[in-house]
C-alpha cells in the first residue's frame, strides 16, 4: 500500500458526461500529480501541482482540469467525455518536485 | 522532441538468470531518470532513481540500474531473476520543464 488513495475505484458513464476523481496524497507529500493510462496511448502525464499551484502541464486536453487543495488533496475533473477518455486514471504524490513518485491504484473511468 | 524508448515489449528470461530491461532517452539538459514497476490490475511502485553522482544505481528487490550519458541509456539489471519478478517495467525521465515521460513499458516474463 502507497500509502495515497483514489476514489472511486471504478467508474461509468456516459458520452457528454462529467466526473470528478478524488485523491488523496501520501501524508507530508506537497507534490500531487495524475497520469492516463490506456492500451494505445500509454501512461500520460497529465499535470502536477506542488503545495496547491499548478507545477508542470503535460498532455491535458483542455476538457480537462484539476486544483490541489489547502488540505492537499487533488480532483482531476473531466467534462465532455468521449468514448476515447475511458482509461485508467492515477494519481501519485511525492515529498517534493522532483523525487519518486508513489501511486495510487488507480481509478478505471469506462464512457459508454 | 523530448522521448523515452524502450525497445523491448517483452523480455523472457529464465529463473537464476540475469535479466536487462534497456531503456534510452532522448531529452535535453541533466534528466532524472526512474524505472517503476507495474503489477497487474495495480498502481506503478518505484524501483529506483538516478538525479546525480554515481553512475550505478542500486534500488529495491535487488534492481539496479547504469546511467551511461554518451549512451543516453539507463538500463535496469537483476543479477539473478525471480519468477515473482515477472510485471511490467517502466522508464521514465523528468526534463527541465518538471514534465515527465514515460517508456511504454517492457514485460518482464521470469521463466521456472
Known amino acids: 500500500d502507497s500509502g495515497v488513495t483514489q476514489t472511486p475505484k471504478h467508474l461509468i458513464t456516459a458520452t457528454g458526461q462529467r466526473v470528478t476523481l478524488r485523491c488523496s496524497p501520501r501524508s507530508g507529500d506537497l507534490s500531487v500529480y495524475w497520469y492516463q493510462q490506456s492500451l494505445d496511448q500509454g501512461l500520460q502525464f497529465l499535470i502536477q501541482?506542488?503545495?496547491?499551484?499548478?507545477?508542470a502541464k503535460g498532455n491535458i486536453l483542455e476538457r480537462f482540469s484539476a486544483q490541489q487543495f489547502p488540505d492537499l488533496h487533488s480532483e482531476l475533473n473531466l467534462s465532455s467525455l468521449e468514448l476515447g477518455d475511458s482509461a485508467l486514471y492515477f494519481c501519485?504524490?511525492?515529498?517534493?518536485?522532483?523525487?519518486?513518485?508513489?501511486f495510487g491504484p488507480g481509478t478505471r473511468l469506462t464512457v459508454t | 522532441a523530448q522521448s523515452v524508448a524502450q525497445p523491448e515489449d517483452q523480455v523472457n528470461v529464465a529463473e537464476g538468470n540475469p535479466l536487462t530491461v534497456k531503456c534510452t532517452y532522448s531529452?535535453?539538459?541533466?534528466?532524472?531518470l526512474f524505472w517503476y514497476v507495474q503489477y497487474p490490475n495495480r498502481g506503478l511502485q518505484f524501483l529506483l532513481k538516478y538525479i546525480t553522482g554515481d553512475n550505478l544505481v542500486k534500488g529495491s528487490y535487488g534492481f539496479e540500474a547504469e546511467f551511461n550519458k554518451s549512451q543516453t541509456s539507463f538500463h535496469l539489471k537483476k543479477p539473478s531473476a525471480l519468477v515473482s519478478d515477472s510485471a511490467l517495467y517502466f522508464c521514465a525521465v523528468r526534463t527541465g520543464t518538471y514534465k515527465y515521460i514515460f517508456g511504454t513499458g517492457t514485460r518482464l516474463k521470469v521463466l521456472a
Open positions: 501541482y506542488y503545495n496547491g499551484e499548478e507545477r
Open positions: 501519485a504524490s511525492s515529498p517534493g518536485l522532483a523525487n519518486e513518485q508513489y
Open positions: 531529452v535535453s539538459g541533466n534528466p532524472y
